[in-house]
């Protein structure tokens, strides 16, 4: 939800302002607030008290001194009585969300400002106080005071956004004169959640404040929600409601609303998944809708679109899933309109270029579709422009911009537009903002850009490009912030942007053909993104004669063909978060100074020519995680040092010249390594049961070295090898544009993994001289998707409970000393696709059935002299024979089988049947009746037959006598 407040919304700021205007206006003229009045020496000492209790790291109250209260700062007395009736200590340092987060120097400067500590009681020695304003301030989680619902005079109460937390009072419905109260957190970002958060029972207490006229309750989290819209519906005077962020999740019904003058209404981010309520055309003075971030569905209602006096319309999202009614253009006082990330679906209504006041139109992120409708070009008061993330098709021409004077946001990225435009165009407007990545922008670099003087943002990639940068763009675009010009076929050299002072800008190439080498790199540049183009020659040198990019964090030269050194003088730059090098031709040694890259993230200098031994400063830096030095020419051993680096959780030194001892204090120093990659180097030694304690591990591999010994029985511990996919946490990338590649010896092959390389679990130990039995504690590892334990000496059988790793999908033994038996249960595993037991001591039947069906490759099974059937040629000795008759052993084996069976049923069934039916005789009493009577008669008949039969024989015997 957070990405559909990415900015300001003008109108509501406007109305904002508004009411707070009107507020001060009523409270000046009713009780003409002059700051020449004397005070009260009794408010004097309350205020010097309430002082105390806080804390004030900025000086804001220095000027609390004197005997004039009423001349110091954020205080306001009557002129009639000279009592305090106006205390406004908020703070005053610009609040901007996009940087408090992200940005430490304003959040730590933004901080210094905030007034902390208490709140005195004394503050009820002034009881004329109408006006209290402690907000964007921080407290630090204290509650908010129950003794301010005693300050029956005050009309005026915020406390949003101070860092209060807990329950807020019900005694503040004591405060039946009070027409504006304010409890909410970050009015201007997405974010309500600061460190602390305030909790109301319910809201009933907000019905005994019927004068309110503006209520601000964002982020409040209400415990009994269920009659959140009946409380506040008993407040007849509300022009201003905000509920943003409550997670109200429903919307109580009601036969009618008494808040009609209601002029604003945010009920953002709270969860509702229901049509708009058909009530909401009786807010017939509404000016501002904010119902974004819930799960709103259904058409657009038209009790929506009636409310005539509409001028912002904020839906983004929720989940329309519908098309735009021609009569949301009857709403002619329209000029906000967001509807981004739903999913509506059709054109755009042509009539919308008849909403003359429209200012800002977003839709992008839908399923819109069809042409653009030139009459856009007539909106001439429309500022920003957002047709992204939609399968619009098309042209676009001049027409569709041919009044747009006041554009200045452009974003009509991951469509399928293209453009038409003559090359001497000169629009009407001079944009700051313009998106036009994977669209179909090319061939030609698009030379009305030459005219827009003021863009700070330009972002044109995957746009079809195939041509050089033009002579006129570096000295047109020195200002540029942001330039993203990837993955084109764009040609020539790249812009060096000599001339640009402007700081903290982002400068990306990536994935072009740009050729020749670097001069220079962007002067205050924070981010440099040059990798996968043709450059050649050596890195650029940054000594004390050129300009030194010192607030750089991202460099990337990956995957181009830099030559020569890695320069010491790189080391410059401390403030390096990121440095990728890999791909290159770089030789010679790693400069010992990197050590002094104390924010250093991600180290990736993989696939180079570099040589000697990795230097032991490395070791030194801790905040590193991703450390990637695989396929160089590195030797010796490795340095002790880097047990030092807690933090590392990626380290990749495979494919070099490596040797020693396989280190233990890897194990100890380095506890949260999710992948270690030693594979191909001259390790020697055991594999230490210190491995066991790396919980973390989820690659393993140390394949092609000199190792001897056991697999560790304790292998079976690595719990992230246990773990299924959806209980792994991915680990973060930092921010490197785009994410870590590394390759992962799977399926017979070599295989590259990106952004799927969180997921990956795999142990590889082939090509060593390890003995022993294959672990069946491996068996418990059912999180595998790749064992390789090849070109070993292991001996024994193939652990029966091979099948218990369901997620295998690749599962090399080959060239060992096997013996014994393929376990059956090899063929409950579906997901395995690469299978690979060649050349060991194996014998007997292959198992078939399931996913083996499909592993039909006979050199899987080859040097295998006891295995026979399919898909070798050898048959069992069990098959056919050779005319084509089964051997009459099996033949007898399967009778004697088929009566085993057919006895072994028989005998339970008589049983239970014989038990049932005494069972029932016992129990049942008629049925016994009925049983014995006919047993009797049929003994009785039986008798008869029996004797009369016999008395027939007897005369016959005698006649022969």
Known sequence: MRKAM??????????????????????CHTQKIYSNTSCIERERKALLKFRESLIDESHHLSSWCGENCCSWEGIGCSKSNGHVVKLDLHNQFPFDPSRYFYDVIYANSYSTTCLGGEISPSLLELEHLQYLDL??????????????????????????????????????????????????????????????????????????LSSLESLDLSGVQIVNKGDWLHAVNMLPSLLSLTLAGCDLKTIPPVSHINFTSLTSLDLKGNG?????????????????????????????????????????????????????????????????????????????????????????????????????????GQL???????????????????????????????????????????????????????????????PPFPSWLQTQREVNTLIMSNASISDTIPDWFEKVYSQIHYLDLSTNNITGKPPVFKEINTFDRLIIFYSNKFEGSLVSFP????????????????????????????????????????????????????????????????TGRVPLCLGKLQQLKTLNLRNNSLSGHIPNSLGYMEPLVYLLLSKNKFHGELPWKMQN??????????????????????CNGLSNLRILRLQSNNLEGNISMQFCHLKDL?????????????IPTCFGNLSAMVSTESDITPFAFYLTRHPQKLSNFMKGRELEYSTNLPYLRSLELSGNNLVGEVPEELMDLVGLQSLTLSNNHLSGRIPDKIGNLKQLESLDLSRNELSGSIPLSLSTIDTLSYLNLSFNNLSGRIPTGNQLQTLNDPSSFEGNSGLCGKPLLKTCPDDKSPDGNKSSGRHEAGEESYFSWFFAGIGPGFAVGFSAVC?????????????????????NRLWLAIALKTSKLQRKFSRCI
């Open 645 to 666: 680096m807690k933090n590392l959780q990626v380290l990749d030194l495979g494919e070099n010249g490596l040797s020693g001892i396989l280190p233990a204090w890897i």
């Open 523 to 586: 002067p205050n540049a924070v981010a440099f993104d040059a990798s996968r183009n043709l450059l050649t020659g050596n890195i650029p040198p940054l000594d004390g004669n050129s300009e030194i990019p010192l607030i750089l964090r991202y460099l990337h030269l990956n995957d181009n063909q830099l030559t020569g050194s890695i320069p010491d003088c790189i080391c410059n730059i401390q403030s390096l978060f990121t440095l990728d090098l890999s791909n290159n031709q770089l």
């Open 272 to 376: 509702f998944s229901s049509p708009i309520p058909l009530w909401f055309s009786n807010m017939t003075s509404l000016m501002n809708l904010h119902l974004e971030g819930n799960y709103f569905f259904g058409p657009i209602p038209d009790s929506l679109l009636q409310l005539t006096s509409l001028t912002l319309l904020h839906l983004s999202s929720n989940s329309f899933r519908t098309s735009l009614p021609d009569s949301l253009c009857n709403l002619s006082s329209l000029a906000y309109v967001d509807l981004s990330f739903n999913h509506f679906q059709g054109s755009l209504p042509v009539c919308l270029g008849k909403l003359s006041s429209l200012t800002i139109l977003h839709v992008h992120s839908n399923e819109f579709s069809g042409t653009i409708p030139t009459s856009l």
């Open 135 to 208: 907000s964007m301030n921080n407290f630090s989680g204290i509650p908010i005071p129950t003794f301010l619902g005693s300050l029956r005079n005050l009309r005026y109460l915020d406390l949003s956004s101070a860092g209060f937390e807990g329950m807020v009072p019900d005694d503040l419905g004591n405060l039946s004169r009070l027409k504006y109260l304010h409890l909410g957190d970050t009015p201007q970002g997405w974010s309500f959640g600061s460190d602390f958060t305030l909790t109301a029972k319910d809201l009933w207490w907000i019905a005994k």
């Open 919 to 939: 069972g029932i005789l016992t129990f049942k009493k008629s049925w016994r009746y009925a049983y014995f009577q006919f047993m009797e008669n049929v003994y």
């Open 698 to 710: 989820q690659v393993l591999n140390l394949a092609h070295n000199k190792l001897e010994g056991k």
């Open 380 to 442: 001439t008061k429309l500022q920003r422009l957002r047709l992204a993330d939609n399968p619009f098709t098309g042209m676009l021409s001049d027409f569709h911009f041919a009044n747009l004077r006041e554009l200045k946001i452009l974003d009509i990225s991951s469509t399928l537009l293209s453009w038409n435009v003559s090359s001497m165009w000169i629009p009407p407007f001079q944009l700051q903002y313009i998106h036009m990545g994977s669209t179909k922008l090319g």
């Open 6 to 27: 990415g900015n300001l919304h003008v109108a509501t700021l406007l109305s904002f302002n508004f009411w707070l205007l009107i507020v001060q206006f009523q409270l």
